[in-house]
């Protein structure tokens, strides 16, 4: 029942995996008789703070912060801290909730949670990015801990803002704790944590194409973003022989049929003033398309040729209109890179016209897993190879895919790897739910 018209993106993460369980629902009724839905559309705890800082012309800065602290039934509650302006609780909330069963899906010991802040990072200095962080940290500290709550990095927050809420974590408690994942390798990161989201995703797509005995080689990609995921989801794909064609970022989408030039993006991505359409002066052929200029229900980058398509942005960035479009033009898969990046709609019209379609709670889950690798390094004081986490990963990715293709053949719906990952999340969790009592 919906009752806070408010929380709209919570409500469609809900109704998402509540579709997909109806089969699973109607076969066993210990579910039902346990309330585990009740219990599990319902955050363990939810915090929300006031951030108070000061910016470099000495004016006091007030965000609002957030911890939604999910579930811990299957480990302490994992997840990350997105800065953006449109932070807000529902977006917290749906991410906190998805990633539950993401984690649930990975087969680690990972309860869920999400968090971050209204706080808009662009254009603010080195030292402004700090004073928020470590105001940021003044309150969160006393919620975390290494078996309580573990955060990471998300949109907004990478290694250096992560860097900056450790320290001054570990200045409030006094301790050298794993607390937070995505830190460098200085301060006790895991080898290819930067890296996990986006080559996890590229590593599932080749997975699930090559079930379909087909492959990535030679493939035209369409990749949103230029973030994080988005970096990595290229790089990991060029490796894989498949060719990614374009990116995007709040400013609009670079489209470069030839492939990507991924080490001129990176370049131009390191200047905080750099701009996508600065690409055009090393690539003549490329097309930079405003976002002033995307068609009226859509965004232009999903209207363009491709054989896969692999949003890594943010959420919604996918409607229905695009995915007409990218079923028009032959897109054989779409791959959720980011969270819940594909509308409602967009998933019923893909998976109606029988395309695959990874959700994001298994594509994406390479960066919880990795975290989940650095939490294991922390703790036994451990340094661990690239080749060995990449290899971990690699497992990590097969298993999610694997767990996820089980459970769609299982009720009868083989290849509807949405239904398939939203059971196998759900029934890990519920079981071990029922098992614990009602607590
Ligand atoms: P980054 O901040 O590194 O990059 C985000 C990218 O998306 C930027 O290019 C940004 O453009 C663009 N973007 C963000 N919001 C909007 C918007 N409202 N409209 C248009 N473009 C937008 O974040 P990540 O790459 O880390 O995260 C991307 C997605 O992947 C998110 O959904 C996140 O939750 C998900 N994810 C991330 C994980 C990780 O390990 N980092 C793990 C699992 C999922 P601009 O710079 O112009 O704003």
Redesign the pocket.
């Known amino acids: 029942q919906h009752s806070s018209p408010a929380q709209t993106e919570f409500y469609q993460a809900v109704e998402e995996v509540l579709q997909s369980l109806d089969p699973l629902l109607e076969k066993y009724d210990r579910y039902h008789r346990h309330a585990i839905i009740e219990r599990m559309v319902e955050p363990e705890r939810q915090i929300m703070f006031r951030i108070c800082w000061v910016d470099d012309q000495g004016q006091v800065q007030v965000n609002k912060g957030y911890r939604v602290e999910f579930s811990s039934t299957l480990g302490p509650y994992k997840g990350?801290l997105?800065f953006?302006p449109?932070v807000n609780g529902s977006i917290i909330k749906f991410?906190g909730f998805e990633q539950v069963f993401k984690n649930a899906l990975t087969g680690l010991a990972l309860g869920g949670g999400k968090g971050g802040a209204n706080f808009n990072p662009k254009g603010k200095s080195d030292a402004e990015i700090m004073r928020f962080c470590q105001a940021f940290m003044n309150e969160l500290y006393r919620h975390i801990g290494p078996t309580t709550d573990v955060p990471?990095?998300?949109?907004?927050v990478?290694s250096r803002e992560v860097g900056y809420l450790f320290g001054q974590y570990k200045k409030l408690v006094n301790r050298f704790d794993g607390v937070i994942t995505g830190k460098s390798l200085n301060n006790g990161g895991s080898q290819l944590r930067t890296e996990?989201?986006g080559y996890g995703c590229a590593y599932f797509a080749n997975y699930m194409l090559e079930d379909q005995k087909s492959g990535l080689d030679g493939k035209r990609c369409l990749v949103s973003?230029?973030?994080?995921?988005?970096l990595h989801t290229i790089e990991k794909l060029y490796q894989l022989g498949a060719i990614p064609v374009s990116c995007?970022?709040?400013?609009g989408t670079l489209y470069h049929a030839d492939g990507m030039d991924l080490d001129c993006l990176r370049q131009l991505k390191s200047h905080s003033d750099g701009h996508l359409q600065d690409y055009l002066s090393e690539h003549s052929k490329a097309r930079f398309i405003a976002k002033k200029d995307n068609p009226k229900d859509g965004h232009a980058i999903w209207h363009l040729p491709c054989e896969l398509a692999f949003p890594?942005?943010?959420?919604n960035?996918l409607t229905e209109a695009d995915a007409k479009a990218l079923l028009a033009n032959g897109c054989q898969a779409v791959i959720e890179?980011?969270?819940m990046?594909c509308t409602s709609k967009a998933v019923q019209q893909i998976v109606r016209a029988g395309r695959l379609f990874a959700p994001?709670k298994a594509a994406?889950a390479g960066?919880?897993a990795t975290s989940q690798l650095e939490m294991a390094q922390n703790a036994s004081m451990q340094r661990w190879s690239a080749d060995e986490v990449d290899q971990k990963l690699k497992d990590i990715m097969c298993g999610i895919y694997t767990r996820s293709h089980e459970a769609a053949a299982e009720f009868n719906q083989p290849g509807n790897l949405l239904l398939g990952a939203n059971i196998a999340g759900f029934r890990r969790l519920a079981d071990a739910m029922i098992e614990q009592g009602v607590v």
């Open positions: 990350g997105r953006h449109s991410l990471a990095g998300d949109i907004g990478g996990a989201t973003g230029a973030g994080n995921v988005a995007s970022d709040s400013s890594c942005a943010t959420q960035e890179g980011a969270n990046p994001g994406n960066g919880v």
